[in-house]
């Protein structure tokens, strides 16, 4: 793993890369949760790189610091989520693509996973580049929108990435009907392939193993099973 500074118009933004062993000419940008780039979101970096994605995660609060929450600190989150712009945002992930551009992965190349509102995140940065594949773990913001985004189902039909949004049917903050809302949009508007997969007794946050309240084991594996293959059919090693 290599720590790295990316240039932003808002000055250097960190973010821990780790390159794949032998590469397969792809990259991934993962996309933290709301409690920063921690050790979690590291070892997703390190999986993806295990199976020949260079894995680079961007730190979205660098404005703010670039803090680490722990995932009993609620409260401390908010305040720096809600600082968070659509524009800023939107920034920091061509910030990131043009980096690994330049390390030689091309847009086409390049696939954007995302966690909480991180899932949101890569579900807007399939609207705003043509990356290889998008793949969202239980984003929010389906109807009403984040950050000075429109909601996901209102941009379905703007999707510029082939895009699986994965989620959890007992997570307290996206209804079912929501989910199925932002299925029926996509499938009717997109212009790229697009799937959503559900899991009847996941919860919010059922893929990360650090949270064992809501990590779901059985759930987790489909899903991360189900990312790679994603990736894999819509960028070929």
Request: aromatic share 8%; net charge negative; hydrophobic share 45%.
């Amino acid at each position: 793993m290599t720590s790295i500074t990316i240039d932003t118009a808002d000055g250097a933004m960190p973010a821990e890369q780790v390159d794949a062993q032998p590469g397969t000419g792809r990259a991934v940008i993962v996309i933290q949760e709301a409690f920063g780039v921690n050790g979690h979101i590291v070892d997703l970096c390190h999986r993806f790189a295990k199976v020949g994605w260079t894995a680079v995660a961007p730190a979205l609060f660098h404005r703010q610091g670039s803090p680490v929450i722990p995932y009993d600190d609620v409260p401390k989150v908010m305040p720096i989520m809600q600082a968070l712009t659509a524009e800023g945002i939107g920034a920091d992930i061509d910030a990131t693509s043009d980096a690994l551009v330049a390390q030689g992965y091309p847009v086409e190349r390049q696939a954007v996973v995302g966690f909480c509102m991180g899932g949101t995140v890569t579900f807007h940065a399939a609207v705003q580049r043509p990356f290889g594949a998008a793949a969202t773990f239980y984003g929010g913001g389906i109807t009403e929108g984040r950050w000075g985004y429109p909601g996901m189902a209102a941009q379905a039909g703007q999707l510029q990435t082939p895009w699986l949004g994965l989620f959890g049917d007992r997570d307290g903050g996206i209804p079912v009907d929501q989910v199925e809302q932002l299925r029926q949009a996509a499938a009717e508007q997109a212009k790229v392939d697009t799937e959503v997969v559900r899991y009847a007794e996941a919860q919010h946050g059922f893929h990360c193993d650090e949270r064992p309240a809501v990590f779901d084991a059985d759930a987790a594996a489909d899903a991360w099973a189900r990312t790679l293959a994603w990736f894999d059919a819509h960028i070929p090693a």
